[in-house]
């Protein structure tokens, strides 16, 4: 016997059925749920280079899976406060598998040569990729709060309004580091100050904890499961700026970027920027 599932699209639809009287017209369509119109109306093109659309598309599903990554960071950290560690997990691996996405992006921008990209540079005016406001807000949420880098958000009052919102909270990594000293010493009483306003800088009492953890998991196997879920996240986010970093050296070479960064120095020196420190310093100890 088969199934629907079985058939060829095709020929499955049966214009005799209940469904297909009712009429196309009167029942929302895939193309009305996803608001297909309007989504393909956003590529609007400056030149009439042939590679710019290529460009435009990759930016454009980057925002997409980013706006996904802040909403996933933002239930993880909802589902940390209220206790729920298998919902976290879920999300936080949800994270990991968007940014492996955004990873295999740059594969398909490599094919874009120096030569290809030359046609529509100058098209691009000073806009650049490091005035994403939400990688801006990924950076914020996980404990890169570099507060200099809201400059470039500075005529957008909403999003700026978001930013300080989400500097003015303990980031996503402060909050598991509440966790860690709640579990390891039964309060948090020698918790260091979350470091709303500054990047996560690696501290001796943070990593004396982690290595309580990783020296008796068994015990405390919560824990070191949700710290290797962050060395993964953050494993992903690396290679996603060191693809970046090279996609960019082998398009425009030591050119400086549109948006007046020095280009792949600029970008070379974010790959020393390390997310969760004590969780990478901590594997010389062990």
Same mark, same amino acid.
């Given at each position: ?42 590529? !609007? ?13 990759? !930016? ?11 909403? =996933?960071?933002?239930?993880? #950290? %909802? ?5 729920? &560690? ?23 921008? #490599? ?8 046609? +529509? ?25 570099? &507060? ?5 958000? =500075? ?6 309004? *978001?930013?300080?919102?989400?500097? *003015?909270?303990?980031? +996503?990594?402060?909050?598991?580091? *509440? ?24 501290? %001796? ?10 020296? %008796? ?14 060395? %993964? ?49 901590? #594997?010389?100890?062990?």
């Amino acid at each position: 016997m088969s199934t629907s599932s079985d058939q060829d699209p095709d020929t499955a639809f049966d214009p005799s059925s209940d469904g297909a009287k009712m009429g196309f017209a009167d029942a929302m369509s895939y193309g009305d749920y996803l608001h297909i119109d309007a989504l393909l109306d956003q590529q !609007h093109c400056l030149s009439g280079a042939h590679d710019e659309l290529l460009f435009i598309i990759q !930016h454009q599903t980057s925002e997409l899976w980013m706006k996904l990554a802040i909403h =996933e960071l933002g239930a993880a #950290r %909802d589902a940390l406060l209220t206790g729920d &560690t298998p919902k976290m997990f879920k999300m936080l691996a949800r994270v990991s598998r968007i940014f492996e996405q955004l990873n295999n992006q740059w594969d398909v921008l #490599r094919t874009m040569t120096p030569a290809d990209y030359t046609r +529509f540079r100058e098209a691009l005016g000073p806009s650049s990729g490091f005035q994403s406001y939400q990688y801006r807000m990924i950076e914020y949420i996980l404990g890169n709060r570099n &507060t200099h880098m809201m400059q470039p958000h =500075e005529h957008l009052p909403q999003v700026r309004a *978001a930013l300080e919102a989400e500097l *003015a909270r303990p980031s +996503f990594y402060d909050e598991v580091v *509440a966790l860690l000293f709640r579990t390891v010493d039964g309060d948090e009483g020698a918790m260091p100050a979350p470091q709303l306003d500054s990047p996560h800088a690696a501290r %001796d009492e943070i990593q004396a904890r982690w290595k309580v953890v990783y020296e %008796d998991i068994d015990r405390y196997w919560t824990l070191y499961e949700l710290a290797e879920k962050l060395v %993964d996240l953050e494993d992903y986010f690396r290679r996603w700026r060191f693809n970046h970093v090279t996609t960019v050296e082998r398009v425009i070479g030591f050119k400086r970027g549109t948006g007046g960064t020095s280009g792949v120095a600029y970008l070379r020196r974010m790959l020393s920027v390390e997310l969760f420190p004590e969780l990478w310093h901590l #594997r010389g100890e062990l």
